[in-house]
């Protein structure tokens, strides 16, 4: 093609496969600077943009879906680009790749050199079947939804596309238009096996019967309950069936998980994707220093009233929060390790502490509460052990809810969201990764009422050990699994069923529960 300089941005050649239509579009209108006027380069700039639309700026895409230079000019000390791609060379990459060998040509003929870029206008074109709701994301400036397309314009310089901001944007919204269509849990949700209709003698709510009979009172913090003898005894009977009847035979080893969550583990974990409105923040003191806090001490000791606004001030950014899933600080103990062929499947368990989750509107008893006890349950090696661990506690508490707790329930396999996102919704999937959840009817909410899910399982895939970059000796990839007991949840469903009276508990239960412990009598 004869060169010449072009005063506006005009066609470049369409390479042979052009038109074919692309699922994902961007477009990136750029300039690159020059350290001299590269008017006299325009020749040599136009025959490698020919060249690389047909190699660089094809390689590793399938024929025709490779990004192309669809427009440039060579006006002053700037060379100005407009590329077009799908996804599978993005612009930005495009852009890139360009840039290093189009400036060897100008620095060994012209002495001319690139000193950066300037972004005109960034671009991506989704599809999606929803307009989402209006939101605020990182780098961009504007979005727009017609005829099936979701439009961004991106606010990104040259460092921003170099750190790959336009992908993390990309598969971000990409996440939330699968978010969008995923629904609820219920669209995602396959009865496994179902206990039969039982006789219930009891119709009460049990967090309202245990409150009435003393058992129980409201703490002082939100979703908080202080449990007392009684309660006590129950939780504690509930903890020594799952240790006698599933943990022990199964050969589980009990260990200390911490409860105060740094952001790098949940980095790590996934979970700081979205954890941000549940988790209860943890934030240090910026000193010790006595004096620094006098004013606070001195406020509290003269008005008797905690000065929050000035606490506010003193202390530092959140470092993490308090326990919300209970599993991903384990992690940490196995983060960069390789560990022994033969040392698998690695199966722990802690009861250490509480766990909390901001309950935004929804508590109720003690099925939803901000704060919780529960026995978690982690499990991890080969693909093969790990589905053969998760169908053993299958059956151990199948066993525990038939024949000690006599419960009417049922088991649901349903999708986790970050597995949704890989596409993994169908119920052929359900003996690779997934969640079954075990669900309880309640009497007192009703027959056609919500049951109660107080149990589940989950196969967590290769998330966990590739997130910690665990590895085994062998090579072979690894997987995890978790399940955690929820004691206030196990309470619910039992109390809601058997009541508080002895004589209308299962003989197995009862024989295990011994006897109520007395109360704590007030005047």
């Known amino acids: ?30 300039s690159l600077k020059t350290s ?9 700039v136009g025959a490698y943009i020919e060249e690389a639309n047909k190699t660089i700026l094809t390689k590793g895409a399938p024929e025709g879906q490779g990004a192309k230079v669809t427009a440039w000019s060579v006006e002053g000390d700037r060379i100005k680009l407009i590329i077009e791609s799908g996804r599978h060379v993005r612009v930005h990459d495009a852009l890139l790749r360009m840039r290093k060998p189009l400036a060897g040509k100008l620095g060994q003929e012209f002495k001319i050199g690139i000193r950066g870029v300037e972004v005109g206008s960034y671009t991506i074109e989704v599809p999606s079947e929803k307009e989402l709701p209006p939101m605020k994301i990182p780098y961009v400036a504007e979005m727009s939804y017609a005829q099936g397309i979701l439009k961004l314009v991106l606010d990104v310089d040259e460092s921003a596309m170099s750190n790959r901001v336009p992908d993390r944007i990309l598969s971000l919204m990409e996440d939330k238009i699968e978010q969008h269509s995923y629904g609820g849990k219920t669209e995602h949700w396959n009865v496994l096996w179902q206990s039969g209709k039982k006789e219930h003698k009891f119709t009460e709510d049990p967090t309202k019967a245990m409150m009435e009979a003393g058992w129980l009172k409201r703490g002082a913090s939100r979703g908080q309950w202080i449990h007392g003898p009684q309660s006590t005894k129950m939780f504690r009977t509930f903890e020594r069936i799952v240790l006698e009847e599933l943990l022990g035979p199964l050969g589980y080893r009990e260990m200390i998980f911490p409860k105060l969550v740094p952001w790098e583990v949940w980095q790590k974990s996934g979970h700081a994707k979205g954890v941000y409105p549940e988790i209860y923040y943890v934030c240090p003191p910026k000193t010790r220093d006595p004096e620094f806090w006098e004013e606070v001490i001195d406020h509290y000791k003269v008005t008797l009233e905690v000065p929050t606004s000035l606490i506010k001030e003193k202390i530092g950014d959140p470092i993490g929060g308090m326990c919300y899933a209970q599993c991903p600080p384990f992690w940490t103990y196995l983060q960069g390790e390789t560990i022994p062929t033969d040392e698998f499947p690695v199966k722990v368990f802690d009861r250490s502490g509480t766990s909390h989750r901001y309950e935004s509107g929804g508590i109720h008893g003690m099925e939803r509460v901000d704060e919780f006890h529960r026995i978690e349950i982690v499990w991890v090696g080969t693909k093969e052990q790990v589905i053969k661990a998760a169908n053993e506690l299958h059956d151990r508490y199948m066993h525990i809810f038939n024949e000690i707790l006599d419960l009417e329930w049922r088991k649901a396999w349903v999708t986790p969201w970050f597995m949704a996102q890989e596409g993994l919704t169908g119920v052929a999937k359900q003996t690779e990764a997934g969640t079954t959840d075990y669900e309880a009817f309640l009497p007192y909410r009703g027959e056609d009422a919500e049951w109660l899910e107080f149990q589940n399982v989950s196969v967590n895939g290769n998330k966990y050990p590739s997130g910690f970059n665990v590895k085994c000796q062998s090579g072979e990839e690894l997987w995890s699994g978790c399940s955690g007991v929820g004691l206030e949840r196990w309470a619910s469903a039992f109390f809601a069923q058997k009541g508080l009276d002895p004589a209308n508990w299962p003989e197995e239960f009862r024989k295990r529960a011994g006897e109520i412990p007395e109360g704590i009598r007030f005047l």
């Open 1 to 30: 093609m004869e060169a010449k300089k072009r005063d506006e941005c005009c066609p470049a050649e369409k390479p042979e496969g052009a038109g074919i239509a692309i699922e994902f579009k961007f477009r990136l209108e750029c």
């Open 36 to 44: 001299a006027d590269a008017s006299k380069a325009t020749e040599i």
